[in-house]
């Protein structure tokens, strides 16, 4: 059913198409030549406009088998990669394993997911094999930070659950969880007066400042949430004489769960305006979701099901929390269950990646079995 030689063939082609994260023009060009030959339909949203990178997301649908009327699934991966992917040469080892020249990335994050998406496809037509309503989700600007994702218009989601096909990991491995994460920006304001012959009239931001993080819970604070002062400025290089009168903080805060995320957040701004209050400091404080968290435990329909296509497909099924966001966070955050299964590449983002061809047949496997699985209600 699975053609070795056809997905490794796709693959190869894949992964020689340059597309470093904001330059997906061309992958995108072609993924929709792809994607459409093969039957499915095309809509894509704006994305674009608001992310500047070289494509919008795109959302191919292949319409239920006649007669079949289980719910709508889908799957996701991305058509960007990282740096540097440029001229990817593939080579194809006699140990079994698709590496690149030693020069670049090879591309399997997350071109294999690709692949292993136009194989299953192939095998459904090819086998008439029945299936309800599957859409293929790609991206485009993950690796810079899951940018198409979160601008995307979810109004093209048409699913009710779905599989990103981007994970590290054996295959079989399931990320049931992950975190979310805050951006924070935040900015004292004190009063700047001559050091030396006038401090009283200073209100030094950086004593402010630093008395505000002092205050805050940071590093692991508690097994599910994490924070961080990433970068702590102001002054003026060689200037001991001037009390400085502003001074800006970067800083995160991540959590598995939602409500510590934001109660992380809450906690460093009182810390924030507490101090600045009793200093007569003035702060601002500015925090961002980048995304939102989920997680699942087995008995959530959207992974007992993949459990039981990871079985079905010969593979041994194992949950895991992930350490950081991908797509899949987002997915999640437009209320649609997602989880992200392992594909089978190693050392992504370093020039050593690569991926063994039995586990490119296994993901298409897994593809499959999923389908079918749903298929049959
Ligand atoms: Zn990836
Ligand atoms: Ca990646």
Same mark, same amino acid.
Request: proline residues 4%; aromatic residues 8%; glycine residues 8%.
């Given at each position: 059913m699975i053609q070795q030689n056809?997905?490794?063939?796709?693959? %190869?082609?894949?992964?020689q198409i340059d597309s470093e994260t904001t330059k997906e023009q061309e992958i995108s060009r072609i993924l929709k030549e792809k994607f459409t030959s093969l039957g499915l @339909?095309?809509?894509?949203?704006?994305?674009?406009?608001r992310t500047g990178h070289g494509s919008n997301n795109l959302f191919f649908t292949l319409p239920a @088998?006649?007669?079949?009327? %289980?719910?709508?699934?889908?799957?996701?991966?991305h058509m960007d990669t990282v740096t540097p992917g440029a001229g990817i040469k593939p080579q194809i080892g006699d140990d079994g394993y698709i590496r690149s020249d030693g020069t670049t990335i090879l591309g399997a994050d997350d071109k294999a997911g690709i692949a292993a998406m136009l194989e299953a496809i192939r095998v459904l037509k090819e086998n008439n094999l029945p299936h309800g309503q599957i859409q293929f989700v790609i991206t485009a600007g993950e690796e810079a930070g899951l940018k198409g994702s979160r601008a995307m218009d979810p109004k093209w989601m048409d699913a009710d659950f779905g599989y990103a096909l981007d994970s590290n990991g054996d295959i079989g491995d399931i990320a049931v969880a992950a975190p979310t994460q805050a951006k924070i920006h935040i900015t004292f304001w004190g009063r700047s007066a001559h050091a030396g012959v006038n401090p009283e009239a200073g209100i030094s931001a950086i004593t402010v400042a630093s008395r505000?993080?002092?205050?805050?819970?940071?590093?692991r604070v508690d097994n599910e949430t994490t924070a961080n002062i990433g970068r702590f400025a102001g002054g003026v290089e060689g200037a001991t004489n001037i009390v400085v009168d502003r001074v800006t903080l970067e800083a995160e805060a991540r959590s598995i769960v939602n409500e510590k995320m934001y109660a992380q957040v809450e906690?460093?701004?009182q810390a924030c305006e507490q101090t600045a209050a009793d200093a007569g400091a003035k702060v601002e404080f500015k925090s961002e979701v980048i995304y939102p968290a989920y997680m699942y435990d087995e008995t959530a329909p959207v992974v007992k099901l993949a459990m039981q296509a990871l079985e079905k497909a010969g593979c041994t099924p194992r949950t895991f929390h992930s350490g950081g966001g991908s797509d899949a966070n987002m997915f999640n955050?437009?209320?649609i269950p997602t989880v992200n299964l392992a594909i089978g590449y190693i050392d992504i983002h370093t020039t050593q990646e690569r991926i063994k061809i039995s586990d490119m047949v296994k993901s298409t496997e897994v593809v499959l079995s999923i389908v079918q699985q749903v298929a049959q209600g």
């Open positions: 056809r997905l490794v063939a796709e693959f %190869v082609e894949l992964v @339909t095309v809509q894509e949203d704006d994305s674009s406009e @088998t006649e007669g079949v009327s %289980v719910p709508k699934l889908f799957f996701t991966s505000a993080v002092s205050k805050m819970p940071l590093g906690a460093m701004k955050g437009f209320g």
